[in-house]
């Protein structure tokens, strides 16, 4: 009999995403100036303001304070009226040193035996389900809100939207995981009040429902054939016209953002990564430095399976790799095909193969995927995996007005750059 899955996703203007975006911004100031900083930037944004702890150990400074307002202000929020302007709004700073019990695990004689930041588990996985090996339940979630978001900073065709959004997207399968079709979208996302009683004449709760039918009409005859225009065709039948569309299924959604709902660090790990799909370690990503295997290894595990099931080793793979804090070598290096494997071995098997191809100490994963340069602003919304690997330009500016650049590759575990030497190993053609 076939299911339903269903992943969600968030906007950057989602009071959570606000401090994953803080938060990593703050890491990417360090390591353009000192690429061997030593960041763990945890944020909390509520009304009218924005608490910044953690710990950091750097060779330069940075205006931390002025970076989180750039944050928040590009984001959207640069209104008093929406309760949270970065212009205004205070930043309380409790930031010290990293501990010196955890650096003494990290920081060794010869770099390549660097050791684990913190013991844990972290999983990376992939699909051939769509062409980002994603889960389609979640490509569809954030596809869905990077349209709503462009739309927005466009100004033009839905002026009312403010920067705070869900949504949330329902898929049937058979029993052996293939997707059949998109079964509910859920979109909810915050507006100005733009029909009032003084406006209109209706009553409130009338003009409430005015708002919510033309926030439906618009995302269905706006933001969904943008969408759909952009999904590749060879999945694209899966969106039908008999979707179930819900919006704003409260009736209303001003007060929303910080003001809303307090924003923290960290709290959109299945978001970030494969919206209830495979399996989470636990250890959130924004604001930490790759010497802290939660993130770099993560991105490892991800760069493992996506390059797997690229090669046609399984149309499924989930990757878990282990540690424990200031040792190098991983405790176990596991894979699970889910039975998709296409090759004569058991998961056992290919776990061992795999652990040959790929070096996973820490200082081997920070130097295969270039970790050590600011790049992880670009990882705060819209997930951390299933993006597009490119090299950019950045601009950084300091206190005096100078500026300076970095060239750096974005996304570099998602490149599909082991898939010959993957295939040379199990033999595929």
Same mark, same amino acid.
């Given at each position: 009999?076939?299911?339903?899955?269903?992943?969600?996703?968030?906007?950057?203007?989602?009071?959570?995403?606000?401090?994953?975006?803080?938060?990593?911004?703050?890491?990417?100031?360090?390591?353009?100036?000192?690429?061997?900083?030593?960041?763990?930037?945890?944020?909390?944004?509520?009304?009218?303001?924005?608490?910044?702890?953690?710990?950091?150990?750097?060779?330069?400074?940075?205006?931390?304070?002025?970076?989180?307002?750039?944050?928040?202000?590009?984001?959207?929020?640069?209104?008093?009226?929406?309760?949270?302007?970065?212009?205004?709004?205070?930043?309380?700073?409790?930031?010290?040193?990293?501990?010196?019990?955890?650096?003494?695990?990290?920081?060794?004689?010869?770099?390549?035996? +660097?050791?684990?930041? =913190?013991?844990? *588990?972290?999983?990376?996985?992939?699909? &051939?389900?769509?062409? %980002?090996? #994603? !889960?389609?339940?979640?490509?569809?979630?954030?596809?869905?809100?990077?349209?709503?978001?462009?739309?927005?900073?466009?100004?033009?065709?839905?002026?009312?939207?403010?920067?705070?959004?869900?949504?949330?997207?329902?898929?049937?399968?058979?029993?052996?995981?293939?997707?059949?079709?998109?079964?509910?979208?859920?979109?909810?996302?915050?507006?100005?009040?733009?029909?009032?009683?003084?406006?209109?004449?209706?009553? +409130?709760?009338?003009? =409430?429902?005015? *708002?919510?039918?033309?926030?439906?009409? &618009?995302?269905?005859? %706006?933001? #969904? !054939?943008?969408?759909?225009?952009?999904?590749?065709?060879?999945?694209?039948?899966?969106?039908?016209?008999?979707?179930?569309?819900?919006?704003?299924?409260?009736?209303?959604?001003?007060?929303?953002?910080?003001?809303?709902?307090?924003?923290?660090?960290?709290?959109?790990?299945?978001?970030?990564?494969?919206?209830?799909?495979?399996?989470?370690?636990?250890?959130?990503?924004?604001?930490?430095?790759?010497?802290?295997?939660?993130?770099?290894?993560?991105?490892?595990?991800?760069?493992?399976?996506?390059?797997?099931?690229?090669?046609?080793?399984?149309?499924?793979?989930?990757?878990?790799?282990?540690?424990?804090?200031?040792?190098?070598?991983?405790?176990?290096?596991?894979?699970?095909?889910?039975?998709?494997?296409?090759?004569?071995?058991?998961?056992?098997?290919?776990?061992?193969?795999?652990?040959?191809?790929?070096?996973?100490?820490?200082?081997?994963?920070?130097?295969?995927?270039?970790?050590?340069?600011?790049?992880?602003?670009?990882?705060?919304?819209?997930?951390?995996?299933?993006?597009?690997?490119?090299?950019?330009?950045?601009?950084?500016?300091?206190?005096?007005?100078?500026?300076?650049?970095?060239?750096?590759?974005?996304?570099?575990?998602?490149?599909?750059?082991?898939?010959?030497?993957?295939?040379?190993?199990?033999?595929?053609?």
């Amino acid at each position: 009999m076939n299911y339903l899955f269903t992943s969600e996703s968030v906007s950057e203007g989602h009071p959570d995403k606000v401090a994953d975006q803080i938060s990593d911004a703050v890491l990417d100031e360090f390591l353009a100036r000192d690429p061997d900083a030593k960041v763990a930037c945890e944020t909390m944004v509520t009304t009218g303001q924005i608490i910044i702890a953690g710990e950091i150990l750097a060779d330069t400074y940075i205006n931390i304070m002025g970076t989180a307002r750039d944050v928040a202000a590009r984001i959207g929020y640069n209104r008093a009226d929406l309760g949270f302007d970065g212009r205004s709004c205070g930043v309380l700073l409790a930031v010290h040193e990293q501990s010196p019990d955890i650096n003494r695990g990290v920081v060794r004689r010869s770099p390549a035996e +660097q050791g684990a930041g =913190d013991q844990g *588990m972290m999983f990376g996985y992939a699909t &051939d389900e769509t062409p %980002i090996f #994603l !889960p389609l339940t979640l490509a569809l979630s954030h596809a869905v809100l990077k349209e709503l978001s462009a739309i927005r900073h466009e100004g033009i065709q839905m002026p009312y939207l403010r920067p705070d959004a869900k949504s949330q997207v329902t898929v049937e399968y058979t029993p052996e995981g293939k997707a059949v079709r998109t079964d509910t979208i859920v979109v909810s996302t915050q507006h100005d009040e733009f029909i009032t009683p003084d406006n209109s004449g209706l009553s +409130q709760e009338q003009c =409430d429902e005015a *708002m919510r039918q033309r926030i439906e009409d &618009d995302i269905r005859s %706006i933001v #969904l !054939p943008r969408v759909i225009a952009k999904v590749p065709e060879d999945i694209r039948h899966l969106i039908g016209s008999d979707v179930k569309l819900l919006v704003n299924p409260t009736g209303k959604f001003v007060v929303g953002g910080p003001d809303g709902d307090t924003g923290l660090t960290g709290r959109k790990i299945i978001v970030d990564t494969y919206g209830g799909h495979g399996a989470h370690g636990g250890g959130a990503f924004s604001g930490k430095d790759p010497s802290k295997v939660d993130r770099s290894a993560a991105y490892a595990a991800r760069h493992i399976a996506k390059n797997l099931v690229a090669a046609g080793v399984a149309h499924r793979a989930l990757v878990q790799v282990a540690y424990a804090i200031g040792v190098a070598e991983p405790v176990s290096l596991t894979v699970n095909t889910y039975g998709t494997a296409q090759v004569d071995m058991t998961d056992g098997e290919i776990s061992r193969r795999v652990a040959k191809i790929f070096d996973m100490r820490p200082y081997a994963i920070i130097e295969r995927l270039k970790l050590r340069n600011p790049i992880y602003s670009e990882t705060a919304t819209y997930g951390h995996v299933g993006r597009t690997p490119r090299s950019v330009t950045k601009t950084f500016r300091n206190d005096d007005g100078s500026t300076f650049t970095r060239e750096v590759e974005l996304f570099t575990w998602e490149k599909l750059d082991f898939v010959d030497q993957i295939r040379d190993a199990f033999d595929l053609k």
